[in-house]
């Protein structure tokens, strides 16, 4: 009896020293190490690719989608996630997630109409006008997680001659700035080019402002 007691009172001691060491190990010291080797060599990174205006105040995040109600703005993909974001309600975030709706889904083909008439509407101005067909695939299409903070340059070009008008600039001015915040395939050969609507419509706000002053 007393063989057992002591047996079964050593593998305890062995477990919970292994249980010492390891919470030490993987919840102390490793995402320490992690941590400090990320804010080493990736800090913009490891602190969520942090965008900042030209005063140097945070406005966002590269990664991260926003939503802009003012038309004078480039505007992003519709955003049909999981609902809006209490905790910041100045950018509207949607919290991630998909519509879960099938291609012949009858709410979902009522959205893309919706917001393919949107899209026309908003951005046919007194010389322009946009025709359905011209209205590409991501300007009335969320992306799987309704944070995407890109668009495609065509969707990014559709929309110059209404950004040039709200904004008092030439149309010339506004669609250099799309090229310039035109990203190309990664190696040439992976993904789609795309435009961070965010870092754009911070080009696009110093380019008012200059006009402006």
């Known amino acids: 009896m007393n063989n057992s007691v002591g047996s079964t009172g050593r593998v305890l001691w062995a477990g919970l020293r ?22 080493a060599a990736f800090p913009g990174k490891a602190n969520g690719s942090e965008v900042e205006d ?11 989608g926003q939503t802009y109600e003012d038309l004078r703005w480039f505007q992003p993909r519709p955003s049909r996630g999981l609902g809006t974001n209490t905790v910041n309600t100045r950018y509207k975030l949607i919290l991630s997630g998909a519509t879960n709706r099938s291609g012949d889904n009858a709410e979902l083909i009522q959205w893309v109409k919706e917001a393919k008439a949107a899209v026309v509407k908003d951005n046919s101005t007194a010389d322009y006008r946009v025709k359905p067909s011209d209205v590409p695939a991501d300007a009335v299409t969320s992306s799987g997680s309704g944070l995407d903070p890109h668009i495609s340059p065509e969707y990014a070009k559709l ?19 799309v090229a310039a915040h035109t990203d190309g395939r ?7 080019p795309r435009v961070n609507v965010l870092q754009l419509n911070i080009a696009l706000g110093e380019l008012a402002k200059g006009r402006a002053q």
């Open 54 to 64: 030209a005063s140097g105040r945070v406005v966002g995040s590269e990664l991260i």
């Open 186 to 192: 990664v190696l040439g050969f992976i993904g789609e």
């Open 18 to 39: 292994a249980l010492l060491v390891l919470t030490v190990i993987c919840g102390v010291l490793y995402p320490l190490a992690v941590t400090g080797i990320a804010q």
């Open 159 to 177: 929309q110059v001659h209404r950004v040039a008008e709200r904004n008092h600039l030439a149309v010339a001015q506004v669609d250099r700035l």
